[in-house]
């Protein structure tokens, strides 16, 4: 073995340490422990993807559970964003919901309550304090031509898609999502099922009309159940959007009827749906 | 029509002794008596503060909502709410206003006509302005402030005042079932700070909406 010296190939390593800056020396350390503690961290395991009965499964039993549940009392925060209407502010609101076809919304505003909307079954009702004007329509279908007024609000509000068993036979994977795709009466509806069977988004869509997109991005556990925490609706013509924070949930087994039903005062102006659209439009001015 | 009405709606929610005489009704007197101490005070000293607590009849809900805050009263036309559970600040000076909302993240930056419509019930107490002229003195400490119907849906008050004079109830009912109880306690008096100290302004990365 000779004494000669290994040979170094490029520059030896202590000039080029020489060279560091303080600077540039705190970085290659930062970036070599970056680097090893990366190495050492555990792997972050995918959970296991479902296979599309298990997926099923998981969907139907989570909708069990939420649908059990019977009325739900919600706070939300809302963002609306309406062509017609400018720039609206957000706004605070409650929510409750009776299954299977009844809801009530109240916005609330700087003097008490903005806007409170009530449906049930085919019937909805509205009303404006602060103009004193009012809509009751006992047939929305007629009127607005929306079916089922108030299971379609249950539904979108609580996640409440419940496709046929024939749906799920002939579902499709388009991505990592499970859709499935169904008809009832003139509407054709589409449901996003994700990885731990949640609803991702759901879509309906009417002869003649715009369809309705929810969807669901978060979610949250209250009282044991897992139920939507950030819903966002679009109206497919792109008029409107609505987001929705919800804050908190309670569960009641049945919501009584004056929690969920809009009474119009003796004296609110009755006015027709669009008069009503109208007035909404002035919301923010209100 | 609004006075038949918000006298049916009293009938059904004061208890019997808190009815008027017919010496009470009226005037001028009565609007003294619910103004003028809280009015006297805040004139000789600048500005008047007080906690209260805010109770709400939640009509979905059927139950009670209490927030807790506190009130603050310059002369001539600045109110200011804050709520400690919340951040929520309400602020009014002269024509404009502020609401800062921080659960949504937003202020909105208001306009003469929500002003004029927020500040209604707290101008009567002031002694500023009284809605339509109209006070009824119910019993000893006991008044009805009546307004007509507005750009708010409440038009009429009930204010309750202490030995001193100084209100220590203001409730306020809308038609809807909406109802709403500030219990005020701890008035304090110092010299006014202006219009400044009114104003709020939004904390970076708020949404800032002005109000027509």
Redesign the interface.
Known sequence: MSGASPRVLGPPLRPRLARLTPGRAALALAALVSLLLGACAPHLLAPPRLDGVARRAAYRAALSTREARGGV?ADL?L?IQWVSAG?L????A?L?LGAPDAF?L?IES????AL?VSARGDSITA?L??R?LGMAIDSARDSLGLREVGRLGYRAWSADWDPPDSAWSAAVWEDTLLVVRWAEEDDSLQLAVGSGGRPVWAVLARDGGPGIRASYPEWAVWEGVRWPSLIEFEVASGDLEVTCRI?RVRFREHP?G??LA??L?A?AERLTPSALKRALEKL??? | MVVTLTWALAATLLPPRAWPSAADRGGDGARRQVTGALARSLRSSGRAWASFERESLDPLSGSAVTFKGELVLELPDRVALSFASSGERLSLHGDGGEWLQPELRQMLVLGPPQVAAARLWWDALTGRRHPEGAVRRLSSGAFLLLSSPGQGSADSAWVWTDRRGLPVRLEVADETGGRQVFRFRDWRFSRARGREAFVVHAPPGYRVIEMP
């Open positions: 009392e925060a963002w720039d502010p957000g706004a605070q409650r409750v009530r109240r700087m003097f008490g309550t409170d009303y304090p602060s004193r804050r009584d004056p929690a809009v009474r005062p004296r923010p001015r209100l």
